[in-house]
């Protein structure tokens, strides 16, 4: 009788665990069908499951369309992600260390100097950098995009905190073998720490492709958006062609997912190691 | 945070001092800047870079901001030429009920979006964390939205999920139970817009807070769980109550920190979800939307804006400080 109620009980979790992930999964499906769809079928009174006719040539007709510069803004963004992703990545991983690893009597406070921007959320700072970037000159450019994001607390923090718990005997066979700080760096930490730069790479790279508040302010010319802002530009616009939308939509999150699946398992373990529940 | 370690890294120092031979020659200045075997000079060279990019990106736009809201600067980022107005910018923003408006959107948005999104989460990580199959699938279904931006699941929310009165996928459903279409993101009253907007951050949000909460739960030592069945706890509703959910103690106060933390930089979804060829409505404008039309529409305010920016990161800073005070959250778990 008991093991019947657990059974049954089990049972209903796993029927509400299918239904709350295919509540997760519509709204793929949806920029998937919106995306192969005519424009008659998404726009049509009666919405239906499947489209009446899959057009596969909105996949080539997005890149066509001069009102969305949907190509030029996927080479902004890959632009802007990769290198975005490795001055992060490099940048963080050397303070880290440095933080980490380095005796210096003032390292403590150099630390909390650096933790303390974190209490600063980046978007209240919108203002203040963008007054500072149009001083440089920067606007729409893709230094302005992309240098004054390179300084990540939050990935130094992280780097910082796997460098501690990193095994000292690997570093003090390389001082014995009588490398410096920086080759010790360079040929030993590195080469052992990959986990943690692709965590820290993945976090960075899809912050990067996503974000939308900076390059909407600095990306002001249509040379320079980003396919979130093209995106959502083309959202406001007053005449849009939905499937377009839809399918432009798709295409920008498709490298992200692939990404995602393949390195998903770094992400996690990264969130778990960043402290942040410790 | 490892206390400990960063101690013995701290102590490290002396070491190589006493090492110095006792009546060996006292060092110059360039030898005491460099320090112990150059220490001081390779710490800045691989700190150095990143401290004073931060520097540059951060503390000096904040600095320049904070000088920047005591003048009237209209269309100009470099104060001179314009008038100095002293507090008059954050007197302006104080008694502007639109600014004011937007500090009570964001109240009102947390106070939906944190309890939603902390309870979900929680949901979520505790039915796949006693998954015995698929857990993985499960877990990367969750996790996957935190892939997508905000702007590709506003195109999603608005114009298919809530478009307006001709099509959509929740107006079609709602028809075949015979309610009535909806206007989602235009009705103010009642406000189905916040319907919109709360079930985008759910979506985007929830399974990364699922990540943290199973990483929590993982921690949870099994001797408790063996311990409650000994003493007669049922399973379910008593062993969460008295084991589960006090071990997450720690993982629960940094979810909300975050959860608020987050809930103050909304702007990407309000942005994407309402405004459109005709501009932003009047309603629902959280303080970053506000600052942004404030400071780079058509005003270019940027005086006013820059108070707008500094009324707002003090009031971060003073709630994240009382939160963390009152969670008990000391250095440790910074």
């Given at each position: 009788?008991?093991?019947?109620?657990?059974?049954?009980?089990r049972?209903?979790?796993?029927?509400?665990?299918?239904?709350?992930?295919?509540?997760?999964?519509?709204?793929?499906?949806?920029?998937?069908?919106n995306?192969?769809a005519t424009?008659?079928?998404?726009?049509?009174?009666?919405?239906?499951?499947?489209?009446?006719?899959?057009?596969?040539?909105?996949?080539?007709?997005?890149?066509?369309?001069?009102?969305?510069?949907?190509g030029?803004?996927?080479?902004?963004?890959?632009?802007?992600?990769?290198?975005?992703?490795?001055?992060?990545v490099?940048l963080?991983?050397l303070?880290?260390?440095?933080?980490?690893?380095?005796?210096?009597?003032?390292?403590n406070?150099?630390?909390?100097?650096?933790?303390?921007?974190?209490?600063?959320?980046?978007?209240v700072?919108?203002?203040?950098?963008?007054?500072?970037?149009?001083?440089?000159?920067?606007?729409?450019?893709?230094?302005?995009?992309?240098?004054?994001?390179?300084?990540?607390?939050?990935?130094?923090?992280?780097?910082?905190?796997?460098?501690?718990?990193f095994?000292?005997?690997?570093?003090?066979a390389?001082?014995?073998d009588?490398l410096?700080?920086?080759?010790?760096?360079w040929r030993?930490?590195?080469?052992?720490?990959?986990?943690?730069?692709?965590?820290?790479?993945?976090?960075?790279?899809?912050?990067?492709?996503?974000?939308?508040?900076?390059?909407?302010v600095?990306?002001q010319?249509?040379?320079?958006?980003?396919?979130?802002?093209?995106l959502?530009?083309?959202?406001?616009?007053?005449?849009?062609?939905?499937?377009?939308?839809f399918?432009a939509?798709?295409?920008?999150?498709?490298?992200?997912?692939?990404?995602?699946?393949?390195?998903?398992?770094?992400?996690?373990?990264?969130?778990?190691?960043?402290?942040?529940d410790? | 945070?490892?206390?400990?370690?960063?101690?013995?890294?701290?102590?490290?120092?002396?070491?190589?001092?006493?090492?110095v031979?006792?009546?060996?020659?006292?060092?110059?200045?360039g030898?005491?800047?460099?320090?112990p075997?150059?220490?001081n000079?390779w710490?800045w060279?691989?700190?150095?870079?990143?401290?004073i990019?931060?520097?540059?990106?951060?503390?000096?736009?904040?600095?320049?901001?904070?000088?920047?809201?005591?003048?009237?600067?209209h269309?100009?980022?470099?104060?001179a030429?314009s008038d100095?107005?002293?507090l008059?910018?954050?007197?302006?923003?104080?008694?502007?009920?639109?600014?004011?408006?937007?500090?009570?959107?964001?109240?009102?948005?947390?106070a939906?979006?944190?309890?939603?999104?902390?309870?979900?989460?929680?949901?979520?990580a505790?039915?796949?964390?006693?998954?015995?199959?698929?857990?993985?699938?499960?877990?990367?279904?969750?996790?996957?939205?935190?892939?997508?931006?905000y702007?590709?699941?506003?195109?999603?929310?608005?114009l298919s999920?809530?478009?307006?009165?001709?099509f959509?996928?929740?107006?079609?459903?709602?028809?075949?139970?015979?309610?009535?279409q909806?206007a989602?993101?235009?009705?103010?009253?009642?406000?189905?817009?916040?319907?919109?907007i709360?079930?985008?951050?759910?979506?985007?949000?929830?399974?990364?807070?699922?990540?943290?909460?199973?990483?929590?739960?993982?921690?949870?030592?099994?001797?408790?769980?063996?311990?409650?069945?000994?003493?007669?706890?049922?399973?379910g509703?008593q062993?969460?109550?008295?084991?589960?959910?006090?071990?997450?103690?720690?993982?629960?106060?940094?979810?909300?920190?975050?959860?608020?933390?987050?809930?103050?930089?909304a702007?990407?979804?309000?942005?994407?979800?309402?405004?459109?060829?005709?501009?932003?409505?009047?309603?629902?404008?959280?303080?970053?939307v506000?600052?942004?039309?404030?400071?780079?529409?058509?005003?270019?305010?940027?005086g006013?804006?820059?108070?707008?920016?500094v009324?707002?990161?003090?009031?971060?800073?003073?709630?994240?400080?009382?939160?963390?005070?009152?969670?008990?959250?000391?250095?440790?778990?910074?």
């Amino acid at each position: 009788m008991h093991d019947a109620l657990t059974r049954a009980g089990r049972a209903l979790r796993l029927v509400f665990l299918i239904a709350l992930a295919l509540l997760f999964l519509i709204p793929f499906y949806l920029l998937v069908r919106n995306g192969l769809a005519t424009e008659r079928d998404i726009t049509a009174p009666g919405w239906t499951f499947f489209p009446h006719t899959l057009q596969w040539s909105n996949l080539t007709e997005v890149f066509r369309d001069p009102n969305l510069p949907l190509g030029r803004a996927l080479l902004n963004s890959t632009l802007i992600a990769v290198s975005t992703t490795l001055g992060t990545v490099l940048l963080a991983s050397l303070a880290g260390y440095g933080l980490a690893r380095i005796p210096y009597r003032r390292a403590n406070l150099v630390f909390y100097a650096i933790l303390g921007t974190l209490m600063v959320p980046a978007a209240v700072t919108f203002v203040p950098s963008f007054v500072l970037v149009s001083t440089l000159g920067w606007i729409s450019t893709l230094r302005g995009l992309v240098v004054p994001t390179l300084f990540s607390a939050f990935a130094c923090f992280i780097f910082r905190q796997y460098f501690l718990g990193f095994p000292k005997e690997l570093e003090d066979a390389a001082r014995v073998d009588g490398l410096g700080y920086w080759r010790t760096y360079w040929r030993i930490v590195v080469p052992n720490a990959r986990p943690v730069f692709a965590a820290v790479g993945t976090i960075v790279f899809i912050g990067a492709w996503n974000a939308f508040l900076w390059p909407l302010v600095i990306g002001q010319d249509r040379e320079a958006w980003t396919v979130q802002v093209a995106l959502s530009t083309f959202t406001t616009a007053q005449n849009l062609n939905l499937h377009e939308l839809f399918v432009a939509a798709a295409v920008s999150i498709a490298p992200l997912v692939v990404v995602f699946l393949l390195l998903q398992r770094y992400i996690v373990a990264g969130v778990e190691r960043s402290g942040i529940d410790d | 945070m490892t206390a400990g370690r960063t101690e013995e890294a701290v102590t490290d120092v002396p070491a190589p001092r006493a090492a110095v031979a006792p009546g060996a020659e006292p060092r110059s200045l360039g030898a005491r800047l460099l320090g112990p075997q150059r220490r001081n000079l390779w710490f800045w060279l691989f700190v150095g870079p990143f401290a004073i990019g931060l520097g540059l990106f951060t503390y000096v736009p904040l600095v320049w901001s904070v000088y920047l809201s005591f003048f009237d600067a209209h269309n100009t980022v470099s104060p001179a030429g314009s008038d100095f107005v002293g507090l008059g910018n954050y007197g302006a923003m104080l008694s502007d009920p639109a600014f004011l408006g937007s500090l009570g959107t964001f109240l009102l948005f947390t106070a939906f979006i944190v309890p939603a999104t902390y309870a979900l989460s929680l949901a979520l990580a505790l039915m796949v964390n006693r998954l015995r199959f698929a857990q993985a699938f499960f877990r990367s279904v969750f996790f996957l939205p935190t892939a997508c931006s905000y702007v590709v699941a506003a195109v999603i929310w608005k114009l298919s999920i809530f478009n307006g009165v001709r099509f959509g996928l929740a107006n079609t459903v709602l028809g075949w139970f015979g309610a009535e279409q909806t206007a989602w993101l235009s009705t103010t009253d009642p406000p189905w817009y916040w319907l919109v907007i709360v079930t985008v951050r759910l979506w985007l949000q929830a399974g990364f807070y699922m990540i943290l909460f199973l990483a929590g739960l993982q921690r949870i030592s099994p001797q408790l769980y063996e311990a409650a069945a000994v003493d007669g706890a049922r399973p379910g509703w008593q062993v969460f109550r008295h084991i589960t959910f006090p071990q997450l103690r720690a993982t629960s106060v940094a979810v909300v920190l975050l959860l608020v933390i987050n809930a103050f930089q909304a702007f990407d979804e309000f942005y994407n979800l309402l405004s459109d060829a005709r501009g932003y409505p009047p309603y629902a404008r959280p303080p970053l939307v506000y600052l942004y039309y404030t400071a780079l529409g058509r005003d270019q305010n940027l005086g006013l804006g820059s108070a707008g920016a500094v009324i707002l990161a003090l009031i971060i800073a003073v709630a994240t400080v009382v939160q963390a005070r009152w969670f008990g959250l000391g250095r440790k778990e910074e």
